[in-house]
């Protein structure tokens, strides 16, 4: 007979953290790497290995997993989930990380609330609407949404500051 379930715990550790970073708890970041001002709101998890750029807002509820790189002044929303296992196997890699692919976001990418990226690039001044699926690389700057997300309209670049709202 069991005794029971072992209890683990969120936590904030070993992160490396630029000057003025926020990170709301509960959250669970790990071994993760926060540029300068940037904000992590609750119920986040972000995981080993992520470099996240300065000025860059995660909203709550949102996942980043191993392999993701996210730039400068990004905007994460409520909910986006990222991936690195492609299931390219006919199911989870199950341990096997040579299976699992990278993400790479760009500077000033606002990514809308409950998103999901597969393994993609995804080039600076781009725009990516709420509930989207990013299935394939994105390489010119502009308004993507839908599941598969495809390009709304092409967009002026950005100002480099972050969006204002947490
Ligand atoms: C993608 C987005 C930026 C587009 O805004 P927009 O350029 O003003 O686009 P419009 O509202 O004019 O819509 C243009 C078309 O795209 C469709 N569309 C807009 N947003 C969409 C979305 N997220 N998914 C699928 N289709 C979308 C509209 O239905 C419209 O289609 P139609 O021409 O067939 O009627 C915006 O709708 C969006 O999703 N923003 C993210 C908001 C968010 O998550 N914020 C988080 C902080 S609260």
């Known amino acids: 007979m069991s005794t029971g379930p072992t209890q683990l715990s969120v936590s904030i550790r070993d992160v490396q953290c630029g000057a003025r970073v926020r990170i709301v708890e509960p959250a669970n970041v790990y071994g993760c790497t926060l540029g300068d001002d940037c904000f992590v709101g609750p119920f986040v998890e972000i995981q080993k290995?992520?470099?996240i750029g300065a000025r860059t807002?995660?909203?709550s509820h949102a996942f980043i997993c191993e392999l993701v790189e996210i730039g400068e002044d990004c905007f994460v929303g409520h909910g986006v989930m990222f991936t690195n296992?492609?299931?390219?196997?006919?199911?989870?890699?199950?341990?096997r990380r040579a299976l699992?692919?990278?993400?790479?976001?760009?500077?000033?990418?606002?990514?809308?609330?409950?998103?999901?990226l597969l393994p993609v690039t995804v080039c600076s001044d781009v725009v990516?609407?709420?509930?989207?699926?990013?299935?394939?690389?994105?390489t010119r700057p502009g308004i993507y949404a839908g599941n598969p997300a495809r390009l709304l309209r092409a967009l002026d670049p950005l100002p480099s500051s972050a969006p204002e709202s947490e």
């Open 100 to 116: 699992w692919r990278r993400t790479h976001i760009g500077d000033r990418v606002s990514i809308g609330s409950n998103a999901t």
């Open 49 to 51: 290995g992520v470099l």
């Open 85 to 95: 296992d492609p299931f390219s196997v006919g199911g989870p890699a199950r341990g």
């Open 128 to 138: 990516i609407g709420a509930g989207a699926v990013v299935a394939r690389d994105i």
């Open 57 to 59: 807002k995660v909203q």
